[in-house]
């Protein structure tokens, strides 16, 4: 099983800030990761998909890169919106697996 | 616009069974796949199996296997996941969630059935 790390576990920090966010997949999952954020009470939804492709409707703010074993999530100028929890997934090898999410909150 | 609705919450004794329902609309049901996805109180996301609503083939999480089933009615465009034995650990919210187009994420999400066993 892949196992998806990620950190840090949270990341406090002001509107307007630079959030950078990290998944290290335990093997290759080539670019197949995407990206989710889940406020309290709702479903998460995708932001990124394919380790760099924004999802449609997702703000330009938000970006993906990576491949191989190292991804990064950046929301290059934090909203009030944006704290939330952010999980990285694959599914390029079976089980598909969640990493354990980044709590992004406010300083 | 697509649209994933589930069953409402359910309460459950130990060693019983639940069967959550998730019925979708906006989109051509048959042309991709559900997972279902779910979540203990205060944890992260936990994938539990996979169904083509194309042909009805599953995919289950080892874990879980011999526990749940996972079927379709392409007649209501709807996905239902049935889990048996359930114990305390099984408490979570269940979501299940659609394929995205190339199959490598989910792009739209029930809105989530919790599930609570207790005695």
């Known amino acids: 099983e892949i196992v998806l790390t990620q950190s840090p576990a949270t990341l406090s920090l002001s509107p307007g800030e630079r959030a950078t966010l990290s998944c290290r997949a335990s093997?290759?999952?080539?670019?197949?990761l995407a990206w989710y954020q889940q406020k309290p009470g709702q479903a998460p939804r995708l932001l990124i998909y394919?380790?760099?492709n924004r999802a449609t409707g997702i703000p330009a703010r938000f970006s993906g890169s990576g491949s191989g074993t190292d991804f990064t999530l950046t929301i290059s100028s934090l909203e009030p919106e944006d704290f939330a929890v952010y999980y990285c997934q694959q599914r390029s090898n079976w089980p598909e697996t969640f990493g354990p999410g980044t709590k992004v909150d406010i300083k | 616009q697509v649209q994933l609705v589930q069953s409402g919450a359910e309460v459950k004794k130990p060693g019983a069974s639940v069967k959550v329902s998730c019925k979708a609309s906006?989109?051509?049901?048959?042309?991709?796949?559900i997972s279902w996805v779910r979540q203990a109180p205060g944890q992260g996301l936990e994938w539990m199996g996979w169904?083509?609503?194309?042909?009805?083939?599953?995919n289950y999480a080892q874990k879980l296997q011999g526990r749940v089933t996972m079927t379709t009615d392409t007649s209501t465009s709807t996905a239902y996941m049935e889990l048996r034995s359930l114990r305390s650990d099984d408490t979570a919210v269940y979501y299940c969630?659609?394929?995205?187009?190339?199959?490598?994420?989910?792009?739209?999400w029930g809105q989530g059935t919790l599930v609570t066993v207790s005695s």
């Open positions: 169904i083509s609503a194309y042909n009805g083939n599953t």
């Open positions: 906006g989109y051509t049901f048959t042309s991709y796949g």
């Open positions: 093997q290759s999952v080539s670019s197949y």
């Open positions: 394919d380790a760099s």
């Open positions: 969630a659609r394929e995205a187009h190339g199959g490598q994420s989910y792009d739209y």
